[in-house]
C-alpha cells in the first residue's frame, strides 16, 4: 500500500463526507423542486452528481494506491426548509465543511511527506474555491432578489445555458 493506514481512515472519512454532502444537495433539490423552483432543483442536482463524483474519485483513488476502501453511514440530509434563502445558506455551509475536511487531508499528506495524496488532493483544493465562491454569489443573489425568486431562476438558467 502506497499511503499510511491513518491516510486509508482519513480519505474513506472524505469519501463519507462527499457522498454525504451530494446526498443533502439531492435533499435540496427536492426541497427547491417542491417549491416549484424547477431551475434551482435542476442545478441543485448537478451538484448532487458532482459530489458523487467526487466521493467516486476519491475511492478509485484508494483503489489505485492499494488502500481499503470502508464504506460507512451517510449523513441524514435536512429536510425542513422553509425559503430558497436556508437552502443555499445550508449549501453554503456544506461546501466551507467539506473544504475543513480537504484542508485536514491535505495537511495530514503534507506532514507525511505523502507527496502523491498531497498531488492528488490539488484538485479538490482548487474546486472547492469555486464551489464555495459559487455558493456565495448565489447567496448574495437570492438576498438581492428579495422575494423575486423567478428572477433568480432566469440568471441560473442564463448560467447553467452558458457553462454548456
Ligand atoms: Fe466535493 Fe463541494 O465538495
Known amino acids: 500500500m502506497m499511503i499510511s493506514s491513518a491516510m486509508n481512515a482519513k480519505l474513506n472519512e472524505q469519501i463519507q463526507g462527499e457522498f454525504s454532502a451530494a446526498h443533502g444537495y439531492l435533499a435540496m433539490a427536492c426541497a427547491f ?3 416549484g423552483l424547477k431551475i434551482l ?5 448537478g451538484q448532487h452528481e458532482e459530489e458523487r463524483e467526487h ?3 476519491i475511492l478509485h483513488y484508494l483503489q489505485e494506491v492499494g488502500g481499503t476502501v470502508t464504506l460507512s453511514a451517510i449523513d441524514e440530509p435536512r429536510t425542513d426548509y422553509t425559503t430558497a434563502e436556508s437552502i443555499v445558506t445550508a449549501a453554503l455551509d456544506s461546501e466551507l465543511h467539506v473544504t475543513k475536511m480537504i484542508n485536514e487531508v491535505m495537511a495530514l499528506a503534507e506532514s507525511e511527506k505523502d507527496y502523491a495524496t498531497r498531488s492528488f488532493l490539488q484538485w479538490f483544493v482548487d474546486e ?4 464555495v465562491s ?6 448574495n443573489l437570492v438576498k438581492m432578489a428579495g422575494g423575486n425568486l423567478l428572477q ?3 440568471r441560473v438558467r442564463h448560467e447553467m445555458m452558458s457553462n454548456k
Open 152 to 154: 433568480v431562476e432566469a
Open 33 to 35: 423542486d417542491a417549491m
Open 134 to 139: 459559487q455558493m456565495t454569489d448565489l447567496l
Open 55 to 57: 466521493g467516486m474519485k
Open 41 to 45: 432543483a435542476r442545478k441543485f442536482l
Open 128 to 131: 472547492q474555491v469555486e464551489e
